[in-house]
């Protein structure tokens, strides 16, 4: 029987790599090829892989699923109000609201991989649905024009900013939290403009947020080297 | 007829085991049952990179005729009615519902011990496969414990050697499938011998682990070594301790030196103190027949930081650390901190989903994380002659996890011993140490690999 002249263990005739520290076993001369006496298969099982819906499928499924357990709500609240009111009265609110949830839903399962169609139509489901809102209460736009428009669109700027900044660095990890922090600042700032046209308590906000962000800006570009977030949570939480 | 009899005997026993015994001899007749104490944490955590599977093989002197295999087993399986079954969930915990179908043979793989779906309707906790002249049963901890196991793969080898003509007298350590199961084999002998009133057991501090890094899921490298069983236990009793002692002793010292070769040039402060789990049947220590789990962990262990230990001074630790743990007070006092926590109300009304978020996380950083690894001995196989003759050896292979990395099994039959590794990262290091230390004493050592 061959050895493993580093191990010092016997191995199978035939096996050419030592099983434990893989050095080569020497061939002895003159002594004829046995054949390998395999103990293990050569190739891995795979179990049966259960047939998995496609991506397409599931959304349509997910769509099919809110359609239907939204319709029914709507219609019941529908029928309710024409029953006891003989037309469509208070109902008209929570009809909106299962419009609004619907579309709000069924834009990114329909368009999951159109960012620009999905925010934007996104957006402007937000937006009809606010200025329905304002308009059913008395039948004219108030509040709409002078504060909902104007926080939706500062909202919208601020995300679109933190999330467009955060895909395009290169290098992710503590800037990310910076430009989060500067979205934050930047909002609150926006906001007290929108709501109180003046500038007062939005600045302790945004002082604060800003110079962390950039303390955290100069740890991320002066101290981190490449660490792989990825690589790291699978490490960590093991999947 | 049963039940009166169960009466007179068991009067000296406690009201509560009584009840306890009243319902498992319900529960052999009823279509479902509770898991175990031990199943329940495995029937959670189970996963593709948790398979919470073992192995035990039995490799003849002939090549396994698929069919025959399939008959003994469709009647082994009729006898083992606890294995019978399907993990289902309930409200608040999976539990055993008995199948009406029949396992099938499946082929072996290069990589045992890969994730078997458990959870799926209509699966097998176990899983037996044929390769060349080798039978081998995968099991799934949620069912048994290695003692249960083997005694499931005795009856199956010898019910399959009976249909390949073989004569057989007396059957010896494994169970005659004629009888009928016994309800005393369905028993939860945790919940049996469970005392509330004993104290509790502060945890260990968080152990040494092997950083290897993973290979990819379901890769299972195993490492068997075989040896002469009659020159281990020579140089075992030079030192005065048994093999399985004598075992773990190694396996320290080679860990230890692992630690010591990675931490060449760093300071002390950095060590870990090293513990193996060494799993105990404890069927040896209480009167219980169950088929079901029913083992513990002794963790005997070194402290490196406190410097480096001469392989006497392990063999030393690890002889009385075993010769104290292994008292049935220390064990009792294990057995309930199991059983309480699992009988704790606020955990008992939370419902599935969030016991399973739960009970993996627990399982990590309460279990594995304050143990460097395992050593799981089955101790000597025995059949009679006349079937051992058929055989040419069993094997022994223990679950691994991504925490614990590398596991060893070990199961001794006729005059060999046979050492497996299972290891689920790139690194055979330990295997490596280990071996070599005992070719170091002058033991031959065969090894084998997939």
């Given at each position: 029987m061959p050895y493993c002249s580093r191990c010092g263990v016997e191995v199978d005739a035939g096996v050419e790599k030592c099983p434990l520290c893989d050095t080569p076993i020497q061939k002895l001369e003159g002594v004829s090829e046995t054949r390998v006496t395999k103990k293990y298969p050569d190739e891995p099982i795979e179990e049966n892989p259960v047939r998995k819906r496609t991506d397409k499928e599931k959304r349509m499924f997910a769509l099919e699923i809110v359609s239907i357990s939204l319709t029914l709500p709507f219609l019941i609240t529908t029928f309710l109000d024409l029953i006891i009111n003989k037309s469509i009265t208070w109902a008209r609110f929570p009809m909106l609201a299962f419009l609004f949830i619907w579309?709000?839903?069924?834009?990114?399962?329909?368009?999951?991989?159109?960012?620009?169609?999905?925010?934007?139509?996104?957006v402007s489901f937000v937006m009809g649905f606010?200025?329905?809102?304002?308009?059913?209460?008395?039948?004219r736009l108030e509040w709409y024009v002078t504060y909902a428009l104007p926080i939706v669109i500062v909202t919208i700027l601020f995300s679109s900013l933190v999330v467009l900044a955060s895909i395009l660095v290169k290098k992710k990890g503590a800037n990310i939290?910076?430009?989060?922090?500067?979205?934050?600042?930047?909002?609150?700032?926006?906001?007290?403009?929108?709501?109180?046209?003046?500038?007062?308590?939005?600045?302790?906000?945004?002082?604060?947020?800003?110079?962390?962000g950039l303390f955290l800006l100069y740890l991320h570009y002066r101290f981190?080297?490449?660490?792989?977030?990825?690589e790291k949570l699978k490490e960590k939480l093991q999947i | 007829m049963r039940w009166i009899y169960l009466y007179e005997d068991k009067t000296i026993r406690s009201k509560s085991a009584f009840v306890i015994e009243m319902n498992e001899n319900k529960e052999s007749f009823r279509e479902w049952f509770r898991l175990d104490n031990a199943a329940i944490i495995f029937s959670l955590v189970s996963s593709s990179r948790i398979p919470a599977l073992f192995r035990l093989s039995a490799t003849l002197k002939e090549?396994?005729?698929?069919?025959?295999?399939?008959?003994?087993?469709?009647?082994?399986?009729?006898?083992?009615?606890?294995?019978?079954?399907?993990?289902?969930?309930?409200?608040?915990?999976?539990?055993?519902?008995?199948?009406?179908?029949?396992?099938?043979?499946?082929a072996d793989s290069k990589y045992p011990c890969k994730e078997l779906r458990v959870r799926k309707r209509g699966t097998f906790p176990l899983r037996v496969r044929a390769f060349k002249n080798r039978i081998a049963v995968e099991f799934h901890h949620s069912i048994t414990d290695g003692t249960g196991g083997i005694i499931f793969l005795k009856t199956l080898v010898v019910e399959y050697l009976k249909l390949r003509g073989v004569e057989v007298s007396k059957i010896e350590g494994a169970f005659d499938i004629s009888d009928e199961p016994n309800f005393e084999e369905y028993e939860d002998s945790y919940k049996?011998?469970?005392?509330?009133?004993?104290?509790?057991?502060?945890?260990?501090?968080?152990?040494?682990?092997?950083?290897?890094?993973?290979?990819?899921?379901?890769?299972?490298?195993?490492?068997?070594?075989i040896i002469p069983v009659k020159e281990f236990i020579k140089k075992a009793k030079e030192y005065n301790v048994t093999v399985t002692e004598f075992l773990v002793a190694i396996y320290l010292d080679s860990l230890q030196e692992i630690q010591f070769n990675l931490l060449k040039n760093k300071s002390k402060r950095k060590l870990k103190p090293i513990r193996v789990s060494i799993p105990i049947n404890l069927r040896r220590i209480y009167p219980?027949?169950?088929?079901?789990?029913?083992?513990?962990?002794?963790?005997?262990?070194?402290?490196?930081?406190?410097?480096?230990?001469?392989?006497?001074?392990?063999?030393?630790?690890?002889?009385?650390?075993?010769?104290?743990?292994?008292?049935?007070?220390?064990i009792s006092q294990s057995i309930r901190q199991n059983v309480r926590a699992e009988l704790n109300p606020i955990l008992r009304i939370m419902p599935l989903f969030v016991k399973k978020l739960f009970g993996r996380l627990i399982y990590m950083s309460y279990g594995e994380k304050r143990y460097s690894g395992s050593l799981s001995n089955l101790g000597l196989v025995k059949?009679?002659?006349?079937?051992?003759?058929?055989?040419?050896?069993?094997?022994?292979?223990?679950?691994?996890?991504?925490?614990?990395?590398?596991?060893?099994?070990?199961?001794?039959?006729?005059?060999?011993?046979?050492?497996?590794?299972?290891?689920?990262?790139?690194?055979?290091?330990?295997?490596?140490?280990?071996?070599?230390?005992?070719v170091k004493m002058g033991i031959p050592v065969k090894v084998e690999s997939n």
């Open positions: 579309g709000t839903t069924a834009i990114p399962l329909l368009f999951p991989k159109k960012p620009v169609v999905l925010v934007l139509g996104e606010l200025a329905l809102v304002d308009y059913f209460d008395d039948w939290a910076a430009f989060i922090l500067f979205g934050i600042g930047g909002l609150t700032f926006c906001l007290e403009i929108i709501i109180s046209r003046t500038i007062s308590w939005s600045l302790f906000v945004l002082t604060p947020t800003v110079v962390i981190t080297k490449d660490i792989d977030i990825k | 090549p396994i005729n698929v069919n025959l295999l399939q008959t003994a087993l469709n009647r082994t399986i009729v006898r083992f009615p606890y294995f019978r079954v399907n993990l289902r969930p309930g409200l608040f915990w999976y539990y055993l519902r008995k199948l009406k179908t029949f396992p099938r043979v499946e049996k011998f469970y005392d509330k009133d004993l104290p509790s057991i502060k945890l260990p501090p968080k152990a040494f682990r092997l950083p290897y890094k993973l290979e990819k899921e379901g890769v299972y490298h195993v490492t068997t070594g219980s027949k169950t088929m079901r789990n029913f083992s513990l962990f002794v963790t005997p262990g070194i402290d490196p930081r406190l410097g480096k230990f001469t392989f006497n001074e392990i063999v030393k630790e690890v002889y009385h650390f075993m010769r104290t743990e292994l008292n049935d007070k220390y059949l009679p002659s006349e079937i051992e003759e058929h055989i040419e050896d069993f094997q022994f292979l223990p679950g691994t996890n991504p925490t614990r990395k590398v596991s060893c099994g070990v199961v001794s039959f006729k005059d060999k011993m046979y050492i497996n590794f299972g290891n689920v990262s790139d690194c055979k290091e330990l295997e490596k140490t280990f071996f070599r230390k005992i």
